[in-house]
């Protein structure tokens, strides 16, 4: 069965670090992007980025780059989301998806609330 | 960045009405979108992929169309369990964007 799994929620305060992750697993890793949503209280989905495992590779919307790090480690079937310096406006559900548009291929996390407030 | 624009922004229907969802795309997409359903506090459940492929597992009631830059979501015989937000994401170029949500609430 494939599953998404990701860490548990965290309080934070404004200018704290924190990295979540997802971690994959019923399937090969690398073989699959997988992206993080944001969703911030009674709004919508916002699309964050994207990574592939295999190799690294990364994209991001602009609206997150320079303000979140996505990245993978293989030899643990683990992406995470990073952010060095968290702001209240970064709270919010955020969830992994692995999902393809030609094909039956869509797996979500749980999804992990982040809360920074001070 | 492809915008697509989501309407109507909210929906009130009864129990066996026919409900569509539209979302149209800032440039051509192909037909690389897809519709999601979400519940509160519940991760996105796709419904839709490739514009009107039925995701397994979904009743057909559910049902995509549409390709280039018009796209509809039709749900036939609206059902109790159905009322939840609909968004639709277009995976054609990156970055992926999705739709502003649709809420279908009980009339």
Redesign the interface.
Known sequence: EVQLVQSGAEVKKPGDSLKISCKGSGYTFTSYWI?W?RQMPGK????M??IYPGDSNT?????FQGQVVISADKSIGTTYLQWSSLKASDSAMY?C?S??????W?Y????TVVTVSS | DIQMTQSPSSLSASVGDRVTITCRASQVIGNDLGWYQQKPGKAPKRLIYAASSLQSGVPSRFSGSGSGTEFTLTISSLQPEDFATYYCLQHNSYPWTFGQGTKVEIK
């Open positions: 992206g949503v919508g989905l916002e699309w980025g994207i994209r991001y919307s602009p609206s969830y998806a999902t393809y548009s030609s094909s039956g869509d979500w996390g749980q999804g």
